[in-house]
């Protein structure tokens, strides 16, 4: 089978790919490594019957569809396809594949460890040490909350949210989850509740939510409202899911603290003690990445071994998807 990279930039293909991977890419396709399309053109492109695409490929509209006659699958090295799989591609039955999973366990991962972090408090003591440099007394140190029988909320039961509910098992934590898509928590080990009731109980709320017209604001001043004083509200979906000025509002008044990794570009948030930024780290980065392309490159041998999709995308419920 004839197979090409969509990148963009093509650089992109050398983080993603180790010679390794590339290697064992070309042990079941045809594939020039060195050839990566940043546009749907060309006469690789006619050729082409799998698209291994990647963050930067363009949409694939029904122009793209047209210059490629022979394409049966497109294997996303990253998380949504939502933007490249419209429609047209589906209609077409072509098969798409995503790695949402293996980019679900960097950002449960980072997820995990926030939430351990910030039920020890550990910026806040972390920002009085350092600003004194004298270490608290041990009154201060014992009231830091820790994270014994505490309470996480988790928004969303995604691939991310299931994968964090899977790594808070072993901690003496319970969690509670609000999906609205769910009629039971079945399996996942936590108590499914009511947004309202999930932020009034939780030490932490995580959100992992996709970003659709309903979903807007889900977590707005009503809902910071109603978090604990001193709660953390963690954010590495979307920032469209967040009221940011509300959020913005409550972390200035010393009332709950926050951690975020994704925001709308707002300078007030950088001056804040009580907000944790980073910029947009908690998904695949470095090593993690090779994991994404390991994952492509066992869909592929799957495809050219006559295999089904491991990790094939459904329509009827992409757009349910982060």
């Known amino acids: 089978m004839i197979a090409v990279f969509v990148f963009d930039p093509p650089s992109q293909v050398e983080r993603f790919f180790t010679p390794e991977l590339l290697a064992e890419l070309r042990r079941h396709v045809e594939i020039?490594?060195?050839?990566?399309?940043?546009?749907?053109e060309g006469p690789a492109l006619a050729r082409a019957e799998i698209l291994l695409t990647g963050w930067g490929a363009p949409p694939l509209d029904a122009r793209a569809l047209e210059a490629a006659p022979n394409l049966r699958y497109v294997v996303h090295t990253a998380?949504?396809?939502?933007?490249?799989?419209?429609?047209?591609?589906?209609?077409?039955?072509?098969?798409?594949?995503?790695?949402?999973?293996?980019?679900?366990?960097?950002v449960a991962e980072y997820t995990l460890a926030m939430i351990l972090l910030a039920n020890k408090q550990v910026w806040q003591l972390s920002r009085a040490y350092t600003e004194s440099r004298r270490a608290p007394g041990l009154d201060t140190i014992w009231s830091?909350?820790?994270?014994?029988?505490?309470?996480?909320?988790?928004?969303?039961?995604?691939?991310?949210?299931?994968?964090?509910l899977e790594l808070l098992r072993p901690f003496d934590l319970h969690a509670l989850l609000y999906d609205p898509t769910l009629g039971s928590a079945d399996g996942l080990e936590a108590e499914l509740v009511q947004l309202p009731e999930l932020m009034a109980r939780s030490d932490v709320v995580t959100i992992h939510a996709p970003a659709l017209p309903e979903t807007h604001h889900l977590v707005g001043?009503?809902?910071?409202?109603?978090?604990?004083?001193?709660?953390?509200?963690?954010?590495?979906?979307r920032p469209s899911l967040v009221d940011q000025d509300a959020l913005t509002k409550a972390v200035a008044r010393g009332r709950v603290y926050a951690v975020l990794d994704v925001i709308e570009p707002d300078d007030a948030l950088?001056?804040?003690?009580?907000?944790?930024?980073?910029?947009?780290?908690?998904?695949?980065?470095?090593?993690?990445l090779h994991r994404l392309a390991a994952g492509a490159v066992a869909e592929v041998a799957g495809i050219a071994a006559g295999r089904p999709l491991r990790h094939a995308v459904d329509p009827a419920t992409l757009h349910l998807k982060a």
Do not use: C
Not at 87 to 105: L, T, W
Not at 149 to 160: F, K, L, Y
Not at 270 to 288: M, N, W
């Open 270 to 288: 950088f001056t804040l003690p009580g907000a944790l930024l980073t910029p947009h780290v908690a998904g695949s980065v470095g090593t993690e």
């Open 221 to 237: 001043a009503e809902e910071i409202g109603l978090m604990r004083p001193g709660a953390t509200l963690i954010n590495t979906a």
């Open 144 to 164: 830091a909350g820790g994270n014994a029988s505490r309470t996480v909320g988790v928004i969303g039961a995604s691939a991310v949210g299931r994968k964090l």
């Open 79 to 106: 998380g949504t396809v939502k933007w490249i799989a419209g429609p047209e591609v589906f209609a077409r039955g072509i098969q798409v594949s995503s790695q949402a999973a293996a980019n679900a366990v960097p």
């Open 32 to 40: 020039d490594p060195e050839l990566v399309l940043t546009a749907y």
